[in-house]
Every structure is written in C-alpha cells, then in structure tokens.
C-alpha cells in the first residue's frame, strides 16, 4: 500500500473566482491552485469565504465570475453531481450523516455513485447486482480497517463521539474513491488527541492512496505540520499564499489574524 508521495502538476486551477449573495460578497477575485497529491490548506477569519470555496469547487455555487479548470478541462456550469462523478469527494463543516445508520451503511452510501446495478435489481438481489454489492462492502469493509473503526461498524452514529462521527464522514467520502478529497474543518471541536488521530489519517490517505487533499482548518499547528501550501483568505480576498512558513511570515496574514484594522 505504501506509495512515495510526489507532488505531481496542477490538476486543479481556479482563476479569478468571484461571488457574492446579494449584497454579501462572499469571494472576491481569488485565483489559486492545487497540485496531484498535494495537502492544500485554506486558511483564514471566521467568514472569511473558506466553506464557500470549497462549494465552488465542487459545484455547490457557482461563481458569477472565474474559471475552474480540472485536469486542463475548463468546467461551466458545474454541479454537484458532476462534481462527484468526476472524482472530486468532501465532507461537511457540519457533519452530514444518518444518525440512526451505522457506520458500515453511511460509509456504504459514499458508493452510490460507483454502483452499476439500479435499485429494483439491488432489491430483487438479482445476480449482478448481488456480485456488485459484495465488491461494494469489501471496499467498505477495507476503508472500515483503513480507519480503524472495526468495533464500531454495526454502531448506529448517532451514539458515537462527535471526533468518531467525523472519522466516519472522511470515511463516506472516501468510499467515493475520490482525486481530490474536500475536507470543510475535519478537526473542528476535537480535543488533542483526536485531533492527532485525524491528521495521522488525513496523512495517510493522502501518502498511501495519493489522493489530493484541499483542507480547511482553523489550528494553525496542524495547518503548519500537514500542509504543503497554504491560501490565506480575509474577507473574500486572497491575502497569502505559499509554504507554511511563507504564509507565516506575510505581514497581511499576521495583520488579519492579530485583528488589526484595515
Ligand atoms: N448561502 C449563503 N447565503 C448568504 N450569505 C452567505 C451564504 N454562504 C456564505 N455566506 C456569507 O459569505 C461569507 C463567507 O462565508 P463562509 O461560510 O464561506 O466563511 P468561512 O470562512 O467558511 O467561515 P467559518 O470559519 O465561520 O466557517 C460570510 O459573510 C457568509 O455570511
Ligand atoms: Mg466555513
């Protein structure tokens, strides 16, 4: 499973994104990219237009102006359904899980997408659809071991921790097989050692199946040891970009965390 980890070519390039809600603007001129098998952090101010990003990228908003380019193909009119066919997979700043479901059925329901056979054949457990079900749970059950969540897959989610609950939504995602995995705040109300956990995973997804990882997250220790580059945003706009220390040492990035007025 071990793979080296090289940061190959852009695969994802944003230029010139604009958007804004009514009068809110939300994003304002930002262009940034992200390379194969990079870990990219977005950075930045409560409301600073970090989630709202993300639902750019993968076709939540669409951007009044700006260009999205994947894998050189310039994207129009994206959606989310799009988005996920091709290979682009997220989770939520708010978790987005059936509580009453277990752990093996969520992460089950990140194979939607992969799965061939329609419903009345899959209800009818008719051949196909039967063979194709057991490739599905072996691909669960190998995200389950991936995880280490083995003794709690028959566990229904809502009764697990809130830093379980998020283990399980990376695990949906992941079930999509996913290029480039959007992660909205995947530490966010955990406590140190679960915030350990999860960056010790988010890096081995990333060392191990070489998926590409956009990831927003507000503690600066763990932005600074798992990301290779970072984009600083405040207020819609773009104020930093580059290595953790780069962005460490901008001006305009202290200012805007220091909360000077501007
Ligand atoms: N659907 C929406 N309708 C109206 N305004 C919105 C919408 N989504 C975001 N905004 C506004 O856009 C701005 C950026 O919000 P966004 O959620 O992207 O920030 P954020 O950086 O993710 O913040 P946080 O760290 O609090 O999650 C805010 O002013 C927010 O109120
Ligand atoms: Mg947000």
Redesign the pocket.
């Known amino acids: 499973m071990t793979q080296t980890r090289k940061i190959g070519e852009v695969i994802l390039d944003l230029q010139g994104i604009s958007?804004s809600?009514?009068g809110?603007?939300?994003?304002t001129n930002i262009s940034f990219n992200v390379k194969e098998h990079e870990i990219r952090a977005?950075i930045?101010?409560?409301?600073?237009?970090?989630?709202?990003?993300?639902?750019v990228i993968n076709g939540v908003?669409r951007p009044q102006l700006g260009e999205i380019t994947y894998r050189g193909v310039q994207r129009k009119d994206m959606n989310t359904y799009a988005a996920a066919k091709s290979g682009i997979a997220r989770t939520f700043?708010n978790i987005a899980l059936f509580k009453g479901m277990s752990v093996l059925d969520n992460i089950m329901t990140g194979r939607n997408l992969k799965m061939k056979s329609n419903f009345l054949m899959q209800a009818l457990y008719w051949g196909p659809a039967q063979k194709e079900e057991i490739a599905h749970r072996e691909k669960v059950e190998e995200i389950i071991d991936f995880l280490e969540i083995q003794h709690i897959r028959k566990t229904p989610v809502g009764r697990l921790s809130y830093g379980l609950q998020k283990r399980v939504e990376l695990g949906r995602a992941l079930a999509a097989e996913p290029e480039i995995l959007l992660l909205?705040?995947p530490m966010a109300g955990m406590n140190v050692e679960e915030k350990q956990d999860m960056s010790r995973f988010i890096l081995d997804v990333n060392d191990q199946l070489g998926t590409t990882i956009v990831l927003?997250e507000?503690d600066m220790g763990v932005v600074m040891d798992i990301s290779d580059r970072v984009v600083v945003?405040d207020y819609?706009k773009k104020i930093g970009d580059g290595t953790p220390d780069e962005v460490l040492a901008n001006q305009e990035v202290i200012n805007a965390y220091l909360g000077v007025a501007h």
Do not use: R, T
């Open positions: 958007l809600f009514g809110v603007k939300a994003l977005i930045g101010p409560n409301g600073a237009g970090k989630s709202s990003m993300l639902n908003y700043q909205d705040e927003i507000h945003l819609g």
